[in-house]
């Protein structure tokens, strides 16, 4: 039993690249989450998704987009990378709306 | 927004000392969540706590819903205990985006 699963761990782009970072549960979740990690930061929610087809903005939307086409995976892309999105980025999978399992997180640099 | 204050941001103990780390948050919430990021950055999910009392071995947490507080205890402190403990909550909706408090990072001693 895996858990969260993110895909790849370590990445350098160079500035207007693009890129897809994968999520797998083998939970059967019916939420996921996308946030990113900044320096003294806590996290802030990119996107999520409340089951298999569907997606929703969160507090910081821009630059990403992501597609939950099967139940266990949940990817979240970027068309053109920017310096910005320099970043770590967690999956998150949960049962219900209490968030409960993290993935190891993706270390993301733009160059 | 809803605004997540967490206090102190730094804490350094010896081990075997207790703390208490807080977590005010400026709206009524239907979920209050806190984690831990260990040094490595793992996070792990300490209590899901919208409202009352939770204990789990030495970890014990208290939101007070109608004061819009949460405190996390930590008692018997141990070296394990060190990496940053940030309190999330939702106010709104029912489908877990939580706000993130800024974190405490917390330093144990041996």
């Known amino acids: 039993n895996a858990g969260v699963t993110q895909t790849p761990k370590f990445r350098v782009l160079k500035t207007g690249q693009s890129m897809t970072l994968l999520c797998a549960q083998d939970m059967n979740h019916e939420y996921m989450y996308w946030y990113r990690q900044d320096p003294g930061m806590g996290l802030r929610l990119i996107h999520y998704s409340v089951g298999e087809g569907t997606t929703a903005k969160g507090e910081v939307p821009d630059g990403y987009n992501v597609s939950r086409l099967k139940k266990q995976n949940f990817l979240l892309g970027l068309e053109s990378a920017a310096p910005s999105q320099t970043s770590v980025y967690f999956c998150?999978?949960?049962?219900?709306?209490?968030?409960?399992?993290f993935g190891d997180g993706t270390r993301l640099s733009i160059l | 927004g809803i605004q997540v204050e967490q206090s102190p941001p730094d804490l350094i103990l010896q081990e075997g000392a207790n703390s208490t780390l807080r977590c005010n948050f400026s709206?009524?919430?239907?979920?209050l969540q806190w984690f831990h990021q260990n040094p490595w950055g793992q996070l792990i999910n300490l209590f899901y706590i919208p409202s009352g009392t939770k204990q789990n071995g030495r970890l014990s947490a208290t939101t007070v819903a109608t004061e819009r507080y949460s405190l996390l205890y930590i008692s018997s402190s141990q070296t394990t205990d060190s990496g940053v403990y940030f309190c999330?909550?939702?106010?709104?909706?029912?489908?877990?985006?939580?706000?993130f408090g800024k974190g405490t990072k917390l330093s144990v001693k041996p």
């Open positions: 709206d009524s919430v239907n979920n």
């Open positions: 998150a999978s949960s049962y219900s709306p209490e968030v409960s399992n």
């Open positions: 999330a909550v939702n106010y709104g909706g029912s489908q877990g985006n939580l706000i």
